[in-house]
């Protein structure tokens, strides 16, 4: 009787709901009452578990809970500014103090930013989105494919902020964006050490019950300057140097556009002297090209709904073009005027065209869904002064969800949903499936495919159409993973939600001036 009392009272003090069972079952009511009673402390444990003790159900790329978790976003903050301030106290002379700005202080910098040229800088390698082009192609040094049994060399692991950015880089410098409470940051950081350098933060918090909090777009770089795109629309262009912003505007807010239900998720696209963006407005404010320097409107075309896709350049049957999925359809529209040159209907179940398409050829390039129209590869020609696409194929062999495929050699590899796939790029043949890597993201580099694993893992396996062959794998960070690494000179970046690490994959570094 004493330990049953004592355990009641326990319940009672550290989990109420395990104290009102355990009364309840001393009570000895009636079946009925006691199924009743039993279903209602089941509701208050539930809310109490996630309201009080702050428990996390974390979900995987299939919409499954694949963890669970108590430590809040307050605490990852808390652990976060630890470590800056730790660095600070390390390295006072080289790291800065961050900057902080209301959204009303942005827009008077954009109002008095003035129209003067970039200045130049060093040469950079990994400036954009998936690298040069946007292809997914890391081709500046060879790469170490033969890795310890314990993994590559590790330079450096920090927390970060929340989203789901990937990084840029220029001037040594890696680039991102965070959610670090309610306000979303640009970063940049030591390549070589991890250093936060600076952080320019303005008021804004994304969050949604399936991805969480936090920025979805990746920030670029582009001769000393930074565009980074927030998930609510909040576009800056800042300087890469000291991160003060040269301008800043919204771009939902400019173009009456709706932001979608995962937030704004296309990484700026630079183009001559233009930075181009996707709000998503209707009546032709879709896509809208900015003058890069000064923020002012350059052109809009287009209707669509915003999808979750980054703009590429491309040259398709002899003419440059911009190259674009929006939730209904793909595009080429013409960069010095926003016309549009050809269309192709792709859509997307609950918009969610994700994916970045990918140039086969000089005349072809590939497009990829889920849940939605599977893959299809379009040939774009040209006939008198018209251009337009057809499918040369269509079948649901490679599925992206929201992880590119690259090409290597004639051949597509990347994610049918959770399954590695190879298909071959002229005839959409699958040449094998093998390795469940979840909803992870994978890049190009010396013949071979560097995949970050949904779980945090890092995966070496030979690009060849012969079969699945995983030649190496190690834990780089923990927690679910749905950021798409980086790779300049040498160095291999990753990041999560709450951590982010960088490891030696090059054989060389190439030698820069800063």
């Known amino acids: 009787m004493l330990r049953s009392r004592w355990a009641l009272w326990v319940g009672i003090v550290v989990f109420p709901p395990l104290g009102l069972a355990l009364w309840w079952m001393r009570r000895g009511v009636g ?22 003790y702050g428990m996390r159900l974390e979900w995987n790329g299939a919409l499954k809970v694949s963890a669970v978790s108590f430590e809040t976003r307050a605490h990852r903050d808390a652990r976060l500014e630890a ?143 930074v565009y980074s795109l927030g998930a609510k629309g909040d576009l800056y262009c800042v300087s890469a140097k000291t991160g003060q912003p040269r301008w800043s505007k919204n771009i939902l807010t400019d173009n009456a556009a709706h932001n979608p239900q995962w937030g704004m998720a296309g990484s700026p696209l630079i183009v001559d002297s233009m930075v181009v963006v996707t709000p998503g407005g209707a009546q032709g404010k879709s896509m809208v090209a900015y003058d890069r320097l000064t923020g002012e409107p350059v052109w809009r075309a287009l209707d669509d709904r915003a999808a979750y896709t980054s703009p590429i350049l491309a040259t398709l049957a002899g003419r440059r073009q911009i190259v674009w999925i929006s939730a209904q359809r793909a595009v080429g529209l013409a960069p010095e005027n926003g016309a549009l040159l050809w269309e192709y209907a792709f859509p997307a179940q609950m918009d969610m065209n994700c994916s970045q398409p990918v140039v086969v050829d000089e005349a072809s390039v590939l497009l990829s869904s889920s849940p939605g129209a599977g893959a299809a590869l379009l040939e774009i020609a040209k006939t008198g002064d018209s251009y337009a696409a ?46 469940r890597y979840g909803y992870g993201q994978l890049l190009l580099a010396g013949g071979h495919l560097v995949v970050l694993t949904e779980q945090g893992h890092v995966v070496l396996v030979r690009a060849t159409p012969e079969g699945h062959q995983e030649l190496a794998r190690f834990p780089a960070i923990e927690g679910r993973t749905w950021n798409i690494p980086a790779i300049d000179n040498g160095l291999l970046l990753v990041r999560n939600a709450s951590e982010m690490a960088c490891f030696r994959l090059g054989r060389a570094a190439i030698s820069r001036a800063r």
């Open 83 to 225: 470590s800056r301030a730790r660095q600070r106290i390390e390295a006072p002379a080289s790291v800065p103090a961050s900057g902080t700005a209301p959204v009303e202080t942005a827009r008077v910098v954009a109002a008095a930013a003035p129209a003067r040229r970039a200045e130049r800088v060093a040469p950079a390698y990994w400036t954009d989105f998936r690298g040069p082009n946007r292809a997914g192609v890391y081709a500046e040094t060879e790469i170490e494919t033969v890795w310890p049994a314990a993994g590559l060399p590790r330079l450096w692991k920090e927390p970060v902020g929340g989203g789901y950015a990937s990084f840029t880089v220029g001037e040594g410098r890696a680039y991102t964006i965070e959610q670090r409470r309610d306000r979303e940051a640009i970063t940049a950081y030591d390549l070589e050490t991890g250093r936060e350098l600076w952080a320019w933060a303005y008021p804004a918090l994304f969050d949604e019950i399936l991805g969480g909090a936090g920025p979805r777009a990746t920030p670029v770089y582009y001769e000393g300057l």
């Open 390 to 435: 057809r499918p040369v194929w269509q079948n649901n062999r490679m599925k992206n969800k929201f992880n590119s495929s690259v090409l290597y050699q004639g051949y597509i590899y990347g994610f049918d949903e959770a399954i590695l796939a190879c298909i071959d790029a002229k005839t959409g043949e699958l040449k094998w499936k093998g390795g």
């Open 31 to 52: 079946a009925v009452a006691r199924a009743a009673g039993t279903l209602g402390i089941c509701v208050v444990a539930i809310v109490e578990l996630f309201a009080i």
